[in-house]
């Protein structure tokens, strides 16, 4: 078996005294099984002694065979080389740097060596990030990023056997939604817009546009943010679509009800640059400086979200906000409308008004895939194939597998009208 790289002990000892350690002058100094002590220094003791007692509870390093970095990074040089979409390199490295080996070291495998890995070590990583807050959905793309980069040192004859196969199927992540959508119809869409537009009518950008955007057209969030005014023809009639979320193709769209007659007299009113955004940021509100410069430096040290929600006496949603937030915080109006300030500040208290507070911006997609195979939207049943071309969707069977999630319920809803000799509605409206 490989040795272990272990630490037994730690001692903190104050370097005050020493000039070049005025800012950081508390030493952490952990000591090995084998081999030389390592060091580290800490503004304060406190901070010292509790990396300290987190590196002894660190389960053991493999001291032999290929580091693990190493192996990831001569896995990532390779999917350079090959023909892979930018967005999904940048998801490959998004995760490489956040999960799999972050510079802080309290989670992942940056102080590992490949052969020392375990399926066990996988399944605290995952817990890790479900502790976090992260989704099935990203906890199974890292899942299966590590699975690959154990591939290739297989293949390379680095290890014998991949730790991923080590992870019982039970345990592996899943990216199923655990939230089934809710359409909604159109006199749902357009008294959400009416809600919005009555709440915010003191905005020169009209977000309640946005709303529409997302039911005629079907587009996602991010994608509705990044519009601009030279995406819009309103000659033609039509919308492109130039920064797709997740991996689809741009693409060119038909506008729909009335959103030719509503961004022309929009685009008038704002009279744009070429270039300009559609529904830029505005306002925002100025993060305290001390709880951001706080909440980083605890993020550096891998705490937790709810520890570091728990040390500022804020909610998990602002502790995250306070974590990721940029030093210069305000938006300014040449950067896209922000999705959590949108979410909480324009969409939530509508739909809240309205008592409808479990929809969400998303259930617009849905309901606008249903509303076009119904032909709620003009009255004509749109082809599965051309749905699917509209919304996005890589192929058909994801545009049909949304609508059957609430296609079936609006079946059941149908029967159990006739069985009480009520009038049904037509499937597909609400």
């Known amino acids: 078996m490989p040795t272990a790289d272990r630490f037994v002990r730690y001692k903190v000892v104050d370097r005050s005294g020493q000039s070049a350690r005025s800012r950081s002058p508390f030493e952490c100094r952990l000591f090995r099984e084998e081999g030389r002590p390592t060091s580290k220094y800490f503004p304060t003791a406190e901070q010292a002694h509790r990396y300290g007692a987190r590196m002894l509870l660190k389960p053991s390093v493999d001291t032999r065979g290929t580091p693990f970095v190493e192996v990831a990074e001569a896995w990532l040089d390779l999917q350079r080389g090959m023909d892979l979409k930018p967005a999904t390199l940048k998801q490959y490295e998004r995760h490489l740097r956040n999960w799999v080996m972050p510079e802080h070291g309290q989670w992942g495998f940056r102080d590992h060596r490949i052969t020392s890995i375990t399926g066990g070590d996988i399944q605290r990583l995952l817990v890790r990030m479900q502790q976090e807050g992260r989704s099935g959905s990203t906890r199974k793309q890292v899942f299966g990023l590590i699975g690959m980069i154990c591939d290739h040192a297989l293949s390379e004859g680095l290890i014998d056997l991949n730790p991923q196969d080590q992870v019982p199927r039970t345990r592996r992540p899943s990216s199923k939604r655990s939230r089934a959508p809710k359409p909604m119809d159109r006199t749902q869409v357009h008294a959400i817009h009416d809600q919005i537009a009555s709440q915010r009518h003191e905005l020169h950008v009209d977000y309640a546009l946005m709303v529409l955007v997302g039911f005629y057209q079907g587009m996602r969030f991010s994608e509705i943010a990044a519009i601009r005014h030279d995406h819009v023809d309103l000659h033609d009639g039509s919308l492109f679509v130039a920064e797709p979320a997740k991996h ?22 704002l009279q744009l640059g070429t270039g300009d955004l559609l529904f830029p940021a505005i306002g925002g509100r100025q993060l305290p400086a001390a709880k951001v410069q706080r909440a980083k430096q605890l993020r550096a040290e891998g705490a937790l979200l709810r520890e570091i929600a728990a040390d500022l006496d804020v909610s998990l949603a602002t502790a995250r906000e306070y974590s990721r937030a940029k030093f210069e915080p305000r938006p300014r109006e040449t950067d896209p409308v922000d999705r ?15 008592g409808m507070p479990d929809r969400q911006f998303r259930d617009l997609r849905n309901s606008c ?62």
């Open 340 to 354: 959590n300030y949108y979410r909480n500040r324009i969409w939530n208290p509508a739909v809240v008004a309205l």
């Open 248 to 269: 689809g193709e741009q693409r060119t769209t038909p506008l729909l009800g009335p959103l030719p007659q509503r961004l022309a007299a929009y685009l008038e009113h």
């Open 369 to 430: 895939i249903r509303a076009l195979l119904t032909g709620d939207i003009d009255g004509r049943r749109w082809p599965p194939d051309i749905v699917q071309q509209f919304i996005g969707h890589a192929d058909s069977r994801m545009t049909m597998d949304v609508y059957h999630q609430v296609y079936d319920r609006d079946v059941h809803r149908f029967a159990n009208h006739r069985a009480k000799g009520i009038e049904p509605p037509r499937p597909g409206l609400e």
